[in-house]
């Protein structure tokens, strides 16, 4: 979780679009590396975590704030960063 603050926190200044897509592909790649059924809340409470950092770290870009939750919410939206979804992948242990 720290990591993805620091990442947050060091890229605020840059424009968007560079580097918004490497947070959803950082994501995307824990998602897939945790997302077992049994891991929702954790993938769940590090993407609120994530999600409050951003709006935190982006509305102190300027002096006034940027965002509003609405607005924020539109450019998750944009740039398409959703909300991980737990995969239907099934461990099988053959004990034999």
């Not at 990591?3 to 890229?11: G, H, P």
């Not at 679009?17 to 824990?30: A, E, I, V, Y």
């Not at 409470?45 to 999600?51: G, P, Q």
């Amino acid at each position: 979780m720290s990591e993805f603050y620091q990442y947050i926190k060091a890229k605020r200044s840059t424009k968007l679009n560079t580097w918004m897509p490497q947070l959803k592909r950082k994501l995307m790649g824990f998602r897939n590396y945790f997302g077992l059924p049994d891991n929702s809340r954790s993938l769940d409470r590090l993407y609120s975590y994530v999600l409050h950092s951003l709006y935190k770290w982006l509305n102190r870009r300027s002096g006034r704030r940027s965002y509003n939750w609405s607005n924020f919410k539109k450019m998750l939206m944009y740039y398409a960063i959703e909300r991980p979804r737990v995969s239907k992948r099934f461990i099988h242990v053959d004990w034999y």
